[in-house]
Every structure is written in C-alpha cells, then in structure tokens.
Nanobody
Framework: QVQLVESGGGLVQAGGSLRLSCAASGSISSINAMGWYRQAPGKQRELVAVITSGLRTNYADSVKGRFTISRDNAKNTVYLQMNSLKPEDTAVYYC??????????????WGQGTQVTVSS
C-alpha cells in the first residue's frame, strides 16, 4: 500500500512564498508522473503543475513564472515552490502520483490535501 503525505501549507500575505512537499511511502517500485492540483471553494479541482519521471514539467497558465515544481527521486518526494502568491491562489492543494508498486500493480494516488491561504 502506498501513501502520499503533504506538508508546507499555511497562511501568507500576497507577494509571499510557500514551499509544499509531498512524500510517497510504502511498497514502491517506481513513480511515474507527480503533480500538484488545487481546489478552491465552489470550484473544480484543477491541475497546477506536473513533472514526469524524466523531469519534464508542465504548468497551468495562471502559475507560470511564479511556481516551480521539482522532485527528488531518491526521496520519492515532489515539491512546489510558490512565489509571488496572489489571493486567487488560495485553495486546498493536493499531491498526485502514479506509482508502480512492488507487487507489480499500478495505482493513481492522492494526498490528503494542504490548505494554502493568501491574504490581500
């Protein structure tokens, strides 16, 4: 069984920065793409950024130039550095990872979510 645990959310003023982390643990053979999604109140969950196992990245237009996704494969961890935060970035941020387990099975996994609140 695999688990994703996020950390690093919190309250920050507009223009500030936060760094989110998400660590995968369990019976892991390898990890495919890892990504961050967010869901604001009353809105659908949306993709923020994704990074492949080959370190190719893709970002939502709304965060390009402000957010940076990275990963440490040795630690099975993905990061999201968020700079120049805006009130509209306020949301619950979720980590996602496609994981091949030692059993040979593949699973799409989600973290529990971490709240990011940006005050104006």
């Amino acid at each position: 069984q695999v688990q994703l645990v996020e950390s690093g959310g919190g309250l920050v003023q507009a223009g500030g920065s936060l760094r989110l982390s998400c660590a995968a643990s369990g019976s892991i053979s390898s990890i495919n793409a890892m990504g961050w999604y967010r869901q604001a109140p009353g809105k659908q969950r949306e993709l923020v950024a994704v990074i492949t196992s080959g370190l190719r990245t893709n970002y939502a237009d709304s965060v390009k130039g402000r957010f940076t996704i990275s990963r440490d494969n040795a630690k099975n961890t993905v990061y999201l550095q968020m700079n120049s935060l805006k009130p509209e970035d306020t949301a619950v941020y979720y980590c996602n990872a496609g994981i091949y387990e030692n059993s040979g099975s593949y699973s799409d996994n989600w973290g529990q979510g971490t709240q990011v609140t940006v005050s104006s």
